[in-house]
């Protein structure tokens, strides 16, 4: 449209501002980016900064997490949108066509963002069940907060394999789809079955991409064909959204071998999957807190999640912990505020039948590596809950990880029950965990064990639970004073 600059300024000063309008509308649908809207099947463009990949990734991620939790945390519908919204204005503004600025730099980085999370997330069924929920939602609610006519021209360009149903094949089924319509959906249309049917364009696509709309009978079957209303597009889309981007992802995890040959990329994206975005717990400059050895099975036993407490009794039962146990243990406790001193003496007594040659030999190098004093020289962190959820699988003998996730269903519903929760919450927390919502399953764990404390935000690092089960019994403690 603009053969050059000069001509394309000169032409847009002399416009009105209807004209200006309607020039910038149209320069951004003749741009890469013409919608907000995305199915991502064009990889991003090739001229992407290292900081960009890592950086834009991790914003992404901040709006999927605040997504799972607005969803999982059954709040309003109003609610809901405003968590999700504060989070998009946040890490992942997307403005809409009719706005004036950095239309296409936004809509880059929600490309790039998405391609990376992909690339990040393909490697296993679970990484990839959780990255297609969260991307399913996020699509959902950009498409219902769209315009009906940027809905229109997004879905005219997509490419979508839907026959619309010509008007004779329409006329001959008019009455099966007239039963199909909802009488009360019309109530305040003022218009009558018959001619809704009439003037409503239907699509004909296979029955088993709107099964939400077959199981509730709003759509008319034959021979395999569902006949889908326009006003029911939302559940068409959604489905080619879901369905496309699942495939996509398949295809991202075979070709992940070949693209990690880059040895930049590997390590960023391994990062990106067990990104944890939040405080860092690792006890300080020195760790020079005040915790004696003597208390921490106290401690642990009274504030600490569930993961540590199966750490600690499985330490005290059998006098030893494997090196996964060791390590996830040892720097949650180095977390809290065991010096490196009082860690010595808790790990020597703790491995009572040990020798002290034994002990010196084998894991006092390791306790004061994880505090900085050999090797490298780096003072470890604490894990976060998506690192132990996503970490190496415990092996028979083995205690770490994390209960919701790697306990056989048996054995946490035994678990739960000796931790006086009632028949209930126990059955809550178990469908939780089959549906694969470990730390949100965990939350919960802990709003059932601390009932007085105020609503809590997404468990997401085991430091985070004990730091929130002190400051409860604290409150409780100030309550009691006052
Ligand atoms: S969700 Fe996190 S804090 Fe809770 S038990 Fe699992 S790893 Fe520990």
Redesign the pocket.
């Known amino acids: 449209m603009f053969k050059s600059r000069k001509n394309g300024v000169n032409r847009f000063a002399a416009a009105s501002t209807r004209q200006r309008v309607q020039l910038e509308h149209n320069s951004i649908l003749n741009s890469e980016y013409p919608f907000r809207l995305n199915f991502y099947r064009q990889p991003p463009p090739a001229d992407i900064t290292i900081e960009e990949f890592e950086l834009f990734a991790l914003d992404r991620l901040q709006v999927l997490k605040a997504l799972e939790t607005a969803k999982l945390r059954s709040r309003s519908d109003e609610d809901f949108k405003r968590d999700v919204q504060t989070a998009l204005d946040k890490y992942l503004p997307m403005k809409s066509n009719s706005a004036k600025t950095n239309l296409v730099e936004e809509r880059r980085k929600d490309h790039i963002s998405h391609f990376v999370l992909r690339l990040a997330y393909c490697r296993s069924e679970e990484s990839r069940d959780w990255f297609l929920r969260q991307e399913d939602a996020l699509f959902k609610f950009r498409f219902e907060q769209e315009t009906a006519e940027d809905k229109r021209l997004f879905l005219e360009t997509a490419n979508l394999d839907w026959k619309v149903v010509d008007p004779a094949t329409k006329k001959e089924v008019q009455q099966e789809l007239e039963r199909c319509v909802n009488a009360l959906s019309l109530k305040n249309k003022s218009i009558s079955i018959a001619n809704y049917v009439a003037g409503e364009t239907y699509f004909e696509v296979n029955f088993e991409k709107v099964p939400d709309l077959v199981r509730r009978r709003a759509v008319y079957v034959h021979k395999g064909k569902a006949f889908v209303p326009m006003a029911n597009q939302l559940s068409l889309v959604l489905d080619e959204f879901g369905s496309q981007l699942s495939k996509m992802l398949q295809a991202t995890a075979k070709a992940l071998p070949r693209l990690e040959e880059d040895d930049r990329l590997k390590p960023i994206l391994v990062n990106v999957e067990k990104q944890y975005i939040g405080k860092v717990y690792n006890g300080g400059e020195g760790v020079n807190g005040d915790l004696k050895a003597g208390d921490v099975d106290k401690i642990v036993e009274q504030y600490g999640?569930?993961?540590?407490r199966t750490l600690n009794d499985a330490l005290r039962r059998e006098k030893h912990l494997k090196h996964g146990g060791r390590v996830q243990y040892g720097l949650f406790l180095k977390a809290i505020g065991l010096s490196v001193e009082e860690a010595l003496l808790f790990w020597r007594t703790a491995f009572a039948n040990k020798t002290d040659e034994q002990f010196q030999k084998q894991y006092a190098y390791n306790i004061r590596h994880n505090y900085g004093l050999e090797g490298k020289r780096v003072s470890y962190s604490s894990?976060?809950?998506g690192k132990?959820?996503k970490g190496s699988l415990p092996s028979a003998g083995d205690h770490h990880?994390?209960?919701?996730?790697h306990f056989s269903s048996g054995n946490l519903e035994a678990t739960l029950y000796k931790d006086k929760l009632t028949g209930n919450q126990v059955r809550g927390l178990l469908d939780l965990v089959r549906d694969s919502h470990?730390?949100v399953?965990?939350?919960k764990?802990f709003e059932f064990t601390h009932p007085q404390h105020e609503k809590i935000d997404i468990?997401?690092?085991?430091n985070?639970?004990y730091e929130l089960s002190l400051e409860s019994e604290n409150n409780d403690a100030m309550d009691v004073e006052r």
């Not at 999640?305 to 540590?308: D, E, N, S, V």
């Not at 990880?401 to 996730?405: E, K, M, T, V, Y």
């Not at 468990?459 to 085991?462: M, R």
């Open positions: 999640p569930l993961c540590m894990f976060s809950c132990i959820i990880g994390c209960p919701f996730r470990y730390q399953a965990c939350t764990y468990i997401e690092h085991p985070a639970y």
